[in-house]
């Protein structure tokens, strides 16, 4: 079984509805991230949580929300999206120490019409 | 200034080259750094690491840094097919939060 995975792995939706991306990961790992990936701008992060009542915003969190519902999950919502949040979205886990590793989730491709 | 400049390519190479892959940064606090490979439509994925100066090799990979001209570099020693992905150029600082470059696409034909 996967370490991280995300749900849905694609969703289409229209301009102005909520949505919400699911993360899980088997782990064991405090810390998660939020990404999105675009052509030409590769990954940015969105949010970012350290440990359960730890939630960070990234470079890009206008438009974005997240949820730590446990050591294991890390929901991210669009409140209302819009079409240039049309991206891959990428969740990641990492444990703490000086050289970080993180791993990513399969993704999660979003279009927003 | 992006924090960590990376050529996106494409580059594209015969089976068998040797290929070099090549990111520069601007951040003096940086002292890991990293490459991610990413298969198409996957998620990135470590390949290797280094910490501060220094040359690391596993493999066929070869992952250099030169702190003094914030230059790294990652060579692919007899390149295959599978090699073919996206390769991401990330550093870590202080703040140890990742620092990604934008990714070179690489196609090695066979």
């Known amino acids: 079984d996967a370490d991280v995975t995300q749900t849905p792995r694609n969703r289409i939706t229209k301009t102005g509805k909520r949505i919400m991306l699911e993360c899980s990961q088997t782990?064991?790992?405090?810390?998660m991230y939020w990404y999105r990936q675009d052509p030409g701008l590769g990954l940015r992060l969105i949010y970012y949580?350290?440990?359960?009542?730890?939630?960070n915003k990234g470079e890009i969190s206008d438009g974005y929300s997240v949820s730590r519902q446990a050591q294991a999950k890390f929901s991210l919502s669009l409140e209302s999206a819009i079409p240039n949040q049309t991206a891959l979205y990428f969740c990641?886990?990492?444990?703490?120490?000086?050289?970080?590793?993180?791993?990513f989730g399969p993704g999660t491709r979003l279009l927003v019409l | 200034q992006k924090e960590v400049e990376q050529d996106p390519g494409p580059l594209s190479v015969p089976e068998g080259a040797i290929v070099s892959l090549n990111c520069t940064y601007s951040?003096?606090?940086?002292?890991?750094f990293m490459w991610y490979r990413q298969y198409s439509r996957k998620g990135p994925e470590l390949l290797m690491y280094?910490?501060?100066?220094g040359n690391k090799e596993d493999g066929r990979f070869t992952a250099q840094v030169d702190k003094s001209s914030k230059y790294i570099s990652l060579f692919i020693r007899d390149s295959q097919p599978s090699d073919s992905a996206t390769y991401l150029c990330?550093?870590?600082?202080?703040?140890?939060?990742?620092?990604f470059g934008k990714g070179t696409k690489l196609t090695v034909n066979p």
């Open positions: 990330v550093s870590q600082g202080g703040s140890e939060k990742l620092v």
């Open positions: 949580s350290f440990d359960v009542k730890d939630i």
């Open positions: 990641a886990t990492s444990d703490s120490g000086p050289q970080e590793t993180q791993y």
């Open positions: 280094t910490y501060s100066s």
């Open positions: 782990k064991g790992h405090d810390r």
């Open positions: 951040n003096s606090a940086f002292q890991y």
